[in-house]
């Protein structure tokens, strides 16, 4: 029992002395463990996946494990990259004659490349479905009005029966030119009824209109953007391993002190046994 004792504090001890050159500030819990054996060698491989990258969140102390004092060999660190998305949406405006889709898109490109401060890039295309217009100014625009009246049961052709101009839909036309149709009752069988007359009258006129000059039409763009990030890093602790030889050395140890003792007793027996002899002689003699 007293050597066993021995055995694990000399053990304990020297895993203290070991550890205090590898130890980090902080520790975390794998999340794979590996162990093998290479070259009479053993090997412990932890595998972190640490949030940010900082090493110091890493255990690396050094450890006993079935008779055996692990110390850490090497730290392999590997970036995580990750994919964030986002939709996007930009716009493009551009000015056209006037309400027509295929128009505005003849004149933008079918896909726009995107960038931006925060790293995301990607590809925008086109929303066809999605294309507004507005209003870019206006200009005035002169039409002309025509317009034909008739003038019936007029006695005679005077001009003074056709007016010189009228309002036709809100627009004042003046009198341009005048047919006359003579209709003649006589040859009705109403013989009383004098000859009449009906004008035909042409009116011309211009008028001036508002009309937009031109329209901006706003072309949308839908697409997806994408960055790399490193938001964890891995980490492979690689532990290697020996067998603990205190044992061994106790044993010997505790041989050769046995040894000692075994001689000190016997040199002790022998003098004993010497002194014993010598007093029996001399009491022997004193009796004589």
């Not at 999605?130 to 025509?146: A, L």
């Amino acid at each position: 029992m007293q050597q066993e004792r021995k055995k694990r504090m000399m053990t304990l001890l020297l895993a203290c002395f070991l550890t205090g050159n590898h130890v980090f500030a902080a520790e975390a819990l794998p999340e794979k463990v590996e162990t093998f054996i290479e070259n009479g060698n053993y090997y412990i491989v932890k595998t972190y996946i640490i949030e940010g990258q900082q090493k110091e969140e890493v255990a690396g102390k050094s450890f006993e494990q079935n008779g055996i004092l692990y110390h850490i060999l090497e730290v392999e660190k590997k970036p995580i990259e990750t994919i964030e998305k986002k939709t996007v949406e930009q716009i493009q405006k551009v000015a056209v004659s006037s309400k027509d889709v295929s128009q505005a898109l003849s004149k933008v490109d079918s896909e726009l490349y995107y960038t931006d401060e925060e790293g995301y890039t990607g590809k925008l295309f086109v929303d066809a479905q999605n294309i507004s217009f507005q209003i870019n100014g206006y200009r005035t625009k002169s039409h002309t009005k025509e317009s034909i009246q008739y003038y019936y049961q007029l006695s005679s052709k005077d001009m003074a029966h056709i007016p010189k101009s009228i309002v036709a839909d809100g627009v004042t036309v003046q009198l341009k030119n005048v047919e006359w149709v003579n209709v003649n009752r006589s040859e009705s069988s109403d013989t009383a009824v004098g000859s009449n007359y009906t004008a035909k009258a042409y009116y011309t006129g211009t008028y001036m209109e508002k009309v937009p000059a031109g329209y901006i039409a706003t072309v949308a763009y839908k697409g997806e953007a994408e960055k790399n990030v490193i938001n964890q890093t891995e980490y492979k602790v690689i532990y290697e391993g020996k067998k603990i030889p205190l044992p061994e050395i106790e044993e010997k140890s505790s041989v050769k002190t046995g040894i000692k003792i075994a001689g000190v007793l016997c040199i002790s027996s022998l003098l004993l046994i010497g002194i014993y002899c010598i007093m029996q002689v001399y009491q022997r003699r004193k009796e004589e």
